[in-house]
């Protein structure tokens, strides 16, 4: 792992324990256990951090996703699909982009940052779509994407930032939701 690299870990470590707020350069650098000026030998601020840090976790959340239509392309169990509605990594990773939008409405460089990555993801999911099923209009997938990002949120929020369950009576109505969103998911 290269410093840049270690510094990004770091400053993902300390956002995920700190949050975005109390998260400073010299807390970054107290975890990656290199020097404050070394920090700023690699980025010229916090802010440059944060762009570095969505960049590389939006390729990562892309990976994960890419790798999950696969899956799913390719389904041969018969989960129900909201046990699995969001990889771990990929909830970890939402979650932390959430955390970093709080800044967005204070920050508008930060805000087209996050507007970026958002958009780079939706791009992403649209073309996956389409590859899994070509006949499929963009504007359709557009408005599953929205309707299922709504209801993600929903759930990472309860779960991961409100640590409260989700009750089985709402997984089902997802799981009916998401069958009718994508009738041919359940191979």
């Not at 107290?30 to 939006?58: Q, T």
């Not at 409405?105 to 992403?124: F, S, Y």
């Not at 899994?132 to 929020?157: E, F, K, W, Y």
Request: hydrophobic letters at 45%; aromatic letters at 6%.
């Amino acid at each position: 792992m290269n410093r840049s690299e270690q510094i990004l870990l770091a400053a993902e470590h300390c956002m995920r324990q700190k949050g975005f707020h109390q998260t400073s350069i010299q807390n970054i650098a107290e975890e990656a256990s290199i020097s404050i000026g070394l920090i700023y030998k690699y980025y010229k601020n916090k802010e440059a951090i944060i762009e570095a840090l969505v960049i590389s976790v939006v390729e990562r959340m892309i990976a994960l996703l890419n790798a999950d239509f696969r899956r799913i392309a390719h389904r041969a169990d018969h989960r129900s699909p909201s046990q699995d509605i969001v990889p771990p990594e990929v909830e970890k990773s939402i979650t932390l982009l959430m955390e970093i939008s709080s800044e967005a409405t204070r920050n508008p460089a930060i805000e087209k940052i996050l507007n970026d990555a958002w958009q780079k993801l939706k791009d992403n999911f649209i073309a996956q779509e389409l590859a899994l099923n070509p006949g499929q209009n963009a504007s359709i997938i557009n408005t599953r994407l929205h309707v299922m990002s709504l209801l993600i949120d929903g759930v990472i929020i309860r779960r991961c930032m409100k640590q409260r369950d989700i009750s089985a009576d709402f997984m089902a109505f997802l799981d009916t939701l998401i069958q009718e969103l994508y009738p041919n998911s359940a191979a």
